[in-house]
């Protein structure tokens, strides 16, 4: 068994070859922590999901905490809306979702295929829709490391089936783009087949003007060198886990608040003045 060379900032107790590794196993560990202490006390929110109408019960806090329009939609409806919440979309992506809610973890069985976008790339932009920056990253990690076992990833019919749903500028696209480049032989080709291959691609000018102009075999477009491009800005999962936590605080301070200053049932009922001379019970004789 080889021994694992532990690069040298590693402090963990399982050793990592590398910063990536190292950074990727404690995100892994912070967000399998976050999770076990938000799920307490939670309240569960029940999903009605796509056309066969199935069922799924998620943790309304992790919700909140991973996702921008989870977190926005469960604020309009309040705390007091226990009714579900219907979704028209596809339950494999959805279950796929929440499972990284409560495990930080995406694996190989996880991809799926719609008509419009395929693999994990389809998870990534699901992921876009829901505005949860962690979970694009945690596919795009997964789509450079299925790259990386499986050489010829990528095809043009694919790339033109991603191009169809991503947004100018995407990072996805950045990845796909460079792949193509790089398993198509374009910087090595003829400017005619450069030509060609552009005319019945329809990939970002921009993104091929800013790939690499010579890549070998070591600077493959998903090597872990180029990580950092391909990463969505995404607020730290401790940050986020604080705010969550100041944000209840405020919201049960201020309940309290307007209970204190609420009017008690006395207060209520209308005051009774001096020359009144009717009693309460004088509608009652009780001596006949």
Request: some cysteine.
């Amino acid at each position: 068994m080889d021994r694992v060379v532990r690069f040298k900032d590693c402090k963990c107790v399982s050793p990592h070859r590398t910063l990536v590794e190292c950074a990727l196993a404690r995100k892994l560990e912070t967000h399998k922590d976050v999770t076990k202490s938000v799920i307490v006390g939670s309240p569960i929110v029940h999903f009605i999901v796509g056309k066969e109408a199935k069922s799924y019960y998620i943790h309304k806090d992790l919700l909140i905490i991973h996702s921008g329009r989870f977190a926005n939609q469960l604020a309009r409806r309040g705390n007091d809306n226990q009714e579900p919440i219907f979704l028209n979309l596809k339950p494999c992506p959805f279950i796929v979702f929440k499972r990284w809610l409560y495990t930080g973890e995406i694996n190989a069985y996880d991809a799926w295929t719609g008509p419009d976008i395929v693999r994990f790339e389809g998870l990534w932009l699901f992921g876009e829709y829901l505005r949860s920056p962690s979970f694009q990253n945690c596919c795009m990690d997964t789509i450079m490391q299925y790259a990386d076992r499986n050489p010829n990833w990528l095809s043009r019919a694919e790339a033109v089936a991603i191009y169809k749903c991503t947004k100018k500028g995407s990072v996805l696209d950045k990845i796909v783009t460079r792949s193509l480049l790089y398993l198509n032989g374009y910087w090595s080709s003829s400017d005619h087949n450069r030509r060609q291959w552009l005319a019945n691609t329809p990939a970002s000018i921009a993104d091929i003007n800013r790939a690499p102009r010579t890549l070998s075999y070591s600077d493959r477009p998903w090597s872990v060198k180029f990580r950092a491009d391909y990463m969505v800005d995404e607020v730290p999962l401790e940050v986020r886990l604080e705010r969550h936590i100041l944000s209840k605080k405020a919201k049960e301070d201020e309940r309290k608040k307007k209970a204190q200053n609420r009017p008690s049932g006395m207060e209520c009922l209308p005051a009774v003045t001096d020359n009144s001379t009717t009693a309460p019970n004088a509608a009652l004789d009780l001596d006949q």
